[in-house]
């Protein structure tokens, strides 16, 4: 086993094939302690010509420490003398990029940097870019994405090599712990800058590094599996062996979905995917949400707002002769005979509503769709903000109030079905759409333009009608989900 850093480095290098065929390199250096170890190893590869590319260190100053963001771009400077490799750097405002975009300052702040620095790598000519991500890091984004409700996807964490914006990502440092970096810094006289926002436990990554790591990992000394084998170890390493065999399950299933794809076919001028049914009735569902993942970034739709809701959304559309689903950003998914149609209109999404016998609509906060002979759209309002009493008093017919922590999943939109049932807000249970809309004695038009409006679990509201009793407001209720219908105008 490889003993020093250095060692460790070219196991790494060796394993993962990085650095072959690759003649200048942008190297990311923020002017921390990774960061900065990472150039002067690198640099002394080269010197002793373990590595024959040339390097070009890209700095980004984030412009969120006023003087201490700049110490660290001089900082990083500095290295083009040192190290004869010369620097650029570039400003990028975050605060307004987040604010712009409703983003985080941590999201924020990733997104500017990654997309900065492909850019710096394209006007440099670099055939990739290399980051000091080490081990410690890739348990980090693990656990925030075990957070969040993650996939086999997730559970791979941060890859050796990986594209992103168009840019070919290097991590040669993923083998190595954080604090052997820090020593290595030490031992070498190596100066270095401290980000203090990284104490800053309000940011969700810092949490986990200073709080939930350090206690999975006194959790988990010294126990036993009732194997009888021994479950002692670091919680970093135990991570770090999930993300390897993750990858290699995850390359291998990206293998299978290849396959599944070639058998549609992609017309890019149009926007469109389109496969039969029969290929993707048999595929497994993890297999099924990478094949509908892998079409829909090959047909250039952001996936930023995509849920794992969503792909089961997709995948209940196979079997269907005659059904549609609309989904974030401008896509729509067909299902019509034996094929289903993938077609991305993006910004350029028709103004005629779309509407099928089995058609779904997803209803994202904040947005407005068209269905049927309705305009849709809905927004959360704070209980302690509004006049209740008001709103009971002088509402609309086609607004209503729902307690937003009763409502599980996405909300969603359909016309009426067979068998629907739901419980009338003041009734004493459930009972059957139909029964419920006889009784209702409403004319005959009326009922045709009828609409179902739930969630995962329940009809919210027989829409504009009644909506239902289980997510009525209530004493405790804090949020509140407001939906409103308005009458789209008729043309001859």
Aim: charged share 25%.
């Amino acid at each position: 086993m490889p003993d020093t850093l250095e060692d460790k480095l070219l196991h790494h290098f060796a394993s993962n094939g990085l650095f072959e065929g690759i003649d200048q390199v942008l190297l990311a250096v923020s002017g921390g302690a990774d960061s900065v170890a990472m150039v002067h190893v690198l640099a002394g590869f080269k010197k002793h010509r373990r590595l024959s590319c040339e390097f070009v260190i890209g700095h980004i100053n984030h412009c969120l420490r006023g003087d201490e963001s700049d110490a660290d771009e001089a900082l990083v400077k500095q290295l083009e003398q040192l190290l004869n490799i010369p620097v650029v750097s570039q400003r990028v405002d975050v605060k307004a990029y987040a604010a712009e975009h409703k983003l985080s300052i941590e999201t924020a702040g990733r997104v500017l940097r990654l997309t900065t620095l492909a850019q710096m790598a394209e006007q440099n000519n670099c055939d990739c870019i290399v980051t000091a991500h080490h081990k410690d890091d890739l348990a980090e984004t693990m656990v925030h994405r075990l957070m969040r409700g993650t996939g086999f996807r997730g559970l791979c964490g941060i890859w050796p090599v990986s594209e992103v914006y168009g840019a070919e990502f290097i991590r040669p440092m993923l083998g190595l712990r954080r604090a052997e970096i820090i020593q290595y810094c030490k031992d070498n006289s190596i100066q270095w800058r401290q980000d203090a926002s990284n104490e800053n436990v309000a940011f969700t990554r810092n949490h986990i590094r200073h709080h939930l790591l350090p206690a999975l990992k006194n959790s988990v000394v010294g126990t036993v599996h009732p194997t009888g084998l021994d479950e002692s170890g670091d919680i970093v390493d135990k991570l770090g062996r999930l993300s390897l065999v993750s990858q290699g399950f995850q390359s291998a299933t990206e293998r299978i979905v290849r396959a599944v794809i070639t058998e549609g076919e992609f017309d890019q001028g149009k926007g469109q995917f389109t496969i039969k049914q029969a290929v993707l009735k048999e595929t497994p569902a993890w297999v099924f949400y990478e094949v509908a993942r892998e079409v829909l970034v090959k047909l250039g739709v952001g996936l930023r707002r995509y849920k794992r809701e969503h792909f089961e959304m997709i995948q209940r559309l196979i079997g269907k002769k005659r059904s549609s689903l609309v989904l974030p950003n401008g896509v729509v998914v067909w299902a019509l005979g034996d094929r289903l149609k993938f077609l991305y209109y993006g910004n350029k999404m028709p103004r005629k509503p779309i509407m099928l016998d089995e058609t779904v609509i997803q209803l994202e906060m904040g947005q407005t769709v068209c269905f049927g002979p309705w305009r849709i759209s809905s927004q959360m309002l704070e209980n302690s903000k509004v006049d209740l009493e008001e709103f009971r008093k002088t509402k609309d017919p086609g607004v209503e109030w729902f307690d937003a922590e009763r409502i599980s999943g996405p909300v969603e939109i359909r016309g009426r079905r067979d068998g629907d049932r739901f419980w009338p807000i003041g009734a004493s249970g459930e009972k059957k759409v139909g029964r419920f809309l006889i009784d209702a004695q409403l004319e005959a038009e009326a009922k045709q333009q009828t609409v179902v409006i739930k969630d995962t679990e329940k009809i919210l509201w027989v829409a504009p009608i009644r909506m239902c009793e289980q997510a009525k407001i209530a004493l405790q209720t804090q949020y509140i989900l407001e939906i409103q219908l308005f009458a789209l105008k008729k043309h001859n």
